[in-house]
């Protein structure tokens, strides 16, 4: 379902356009590259006073993170394209490599908070890394089928208690789970 029209006229300001791509790589670790792109639809000036053309990147920030099998991140690189403070805002980026030996599914939210949060990292590198964990997941997704379809994977699929529709009582485990659905038949 899409969103409904908007009831009033409006006029395009600005775009943020977020992608993250996963790569199984030839050593059995994953890459997972995150690019964040910011645009506004409107000229402007910046502080030195050169115009700032409607359509241009205001930020073009990459983060790609190599993770193992346990979702343990082993490498991180940021990297700055397009910044409006330019070097300042880039001299954060080796300080993500301090992600490495953070793991995606145990607390890495949190974590990236506590040690990117305010002044001690870049707001945009650090909510771009917020998607990681969902990513990272997604792209393991067609490994943990095939494990599941072949009977060598026993235990209860992660994603059920994940969200409102994946219940164990629910009516998506009754029908798609039904070894793990726990409400009444």
Known sequence: MSLPPP???RKHMHTRTVRVEAFEREDGQWDLEA???????????KHSGD???AGSPVHLMQLRVTIDDEFTITAAVAAY???PYKQYCAAIAPDYQELVGMNLLRGFRNAVKERFGRTAGCTHMTE????LPTVAIQSRAGRARKQRDEGLENKRPFQLEGCHALRLDGEVAKEFYPKWYTGRS
């Open 81 to 83: 394209d397009v910044a």
């Open 35 to 45: 690019e964040l792109v910011d645009v506004k639809s409107y000229d402007f000036s």
């Open 7 to 9: 009831d009033i006229a």
């Open 51 to 53: 115009l700032h053309p």
């Open 128 to 131: 771009l890394s917020s998607l």
